[in-house]
């Protein structure tokens, strides 16, 4: 099959994860790296031995050289949309870093590009691709604990970051959350619908602005879920991937976000309590799979051959970036907002 033409634009700290996932592939080729700031694709080239590849500031410009089939955005959040959307201009399929956009109107704008352009937009939405997070989703599908009512999930970490977003407005929604609540879509396979939440800083906080809240989506199929994080919690700290416990009609499972799950059904049919037992929740942590990064790159690269679509696709992947803007909208007007 014929190598996929690649550029990758955004040659900054994440650009590293790219890199180390496509050097495994025999299929893909980077044919240029764009940066602002041109020394940056210059040094990632000399990194990893790409003596051949065209460098530029100017994406456009380093296009119309090379000629790619697709373009990897790995600038920030607020470039997404003209990285994007030149690439789709000139018929490049696209993948690119979450979030899918900085805002609502930027988002609904790249969508429509693709649509237009007849060309695939993607977002890194990596933690789909973890082992554990699959095993979860498949013991989910299993039906064991029975149609899911509730969900909750807790994310703590005491983190100093000490850039950007110690300065930050909304900086755990807007730079963390997508990730914890696309991997709530991606378990419950369910939408939002409404969003009530609530930030703040807490004392001592080394951070600018907001870096707690909690939130309540009512989703699709009229399952509750709840989410309580913060950036600012010395101690204790949850798995990046959250803490998470969900009920189903039948029972609940508890996963830490790392390797330990817990699952227990009812066989009873009387009592305060009902009788229940243990189930086991089947994880593979030897599977062999290509994990993140390196699984959504996988994804990708693999439809575009086939002429498919992959799971975070633009126009499914809004739907998780809705949630964030719908929480933050909620937590500035104090109120239960429509998910839309
Ligand atoms: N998926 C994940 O787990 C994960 C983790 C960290 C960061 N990210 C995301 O990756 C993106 C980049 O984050 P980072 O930490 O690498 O930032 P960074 O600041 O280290 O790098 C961004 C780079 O993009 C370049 N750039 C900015 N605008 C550009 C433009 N219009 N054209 C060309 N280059 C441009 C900058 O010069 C810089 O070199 C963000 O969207 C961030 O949210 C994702």
């Excluded at 990758?8 to 592939?25: E, M, P, T, Y």
């Excluded at 210059?42 to 380093?62: C, I, N, S, Y």
């Excluded at 929480?327 to 109120?335: D, F, I, L, P, Q």
Aim: hydrophobic share 45%.
């Amino acid at each position: 099959m014929k190598k996929l033409r690649v550029i990758l634009v955004g040659c900054g700290a994440i650009s590293n994860a790219w890199f180390g996932a496509v050097k495994q592939r025999n299929d893909v080729e980077l044919v240029g790296l764009v940066d602002l700031n041109r020394e940056a694709a210059d040094k990632r080239a000399a990194e990893h031995g790409l003596p051949g590849v065209q460098t530029g500031a100017d994406l456009k410009a380093v296009i119309e050289k090379t000629r790619p089939d697709a373009v990897f955005d790995c600038t920030l959040p607020a470039a997404h949309v003209s990285v994007t959307t030149v690439a789709l201009r000139h018929g490049c399929h696209v993948l690119g870093e979450k979030p899918l956009a900085d805002t609502m109107p930027n988002a609904r704008t790249m969508v429509a590009a693709a649509k237009k352009a007849g060309r695939i937009y993607a977002v890194m939405q990596n933690r789909r691709y973890m082992a554990n997070i699959q095993a979860l989703r498949r013991f989910l599908d299993s039906g064991e604990i029975g149609r899911i009512t509730t969900v909750h999930c807790d994310f703590f970490i005491g983190a100093h970051f000490g850039g950007f977003r110690d300065h930050m407005k909304h900086v755990l929604l807007l730079d963390m959350a997508i990730h914890t609540f696309d991997q709530a879509r991606y378990f419950m396979q369910e939408d939002a619908v409404t969003a009530l939440a609530h930030e703040w800083n807490p004392p001592g906080s080394w951070y600018d602005h907001d870096a707690s809240a909690v939130a309540v989506f009512e989703m699709t199929n009229k399952i509750v879920f709840c989410y309580r994080g913060s950036w600012c919690a010395e101690g204790l700290n949850t798995a990046w991937e959250a803490a998470w416990r969900i009920i189903g009609e039948n029972g609940s499972v508890t996963w830490d976000g790392a390797h330990t799950f817990q699952a227990q059904v009812v066989t009873g049919r009387a009592g305060f309590v009902r009788e229940r037992k243990d189930v086991e929740v089947p994880y593979d942590r030897t599977a062999g799979i290509l994990e993140g990064h390196a699984g959504c790159i996988d994804e990708f690269i693999r439809c575009v051959q086939a002429g498919k679509i992959p799971q975070t696709v633009c126009t499914d992947n809004i739907k998780s970036l809705v949630m964030v803007h719908a929480a933050v909208e909620s937590a500035t007007g104090g109120r239960k907002v429509k998910c839309k």
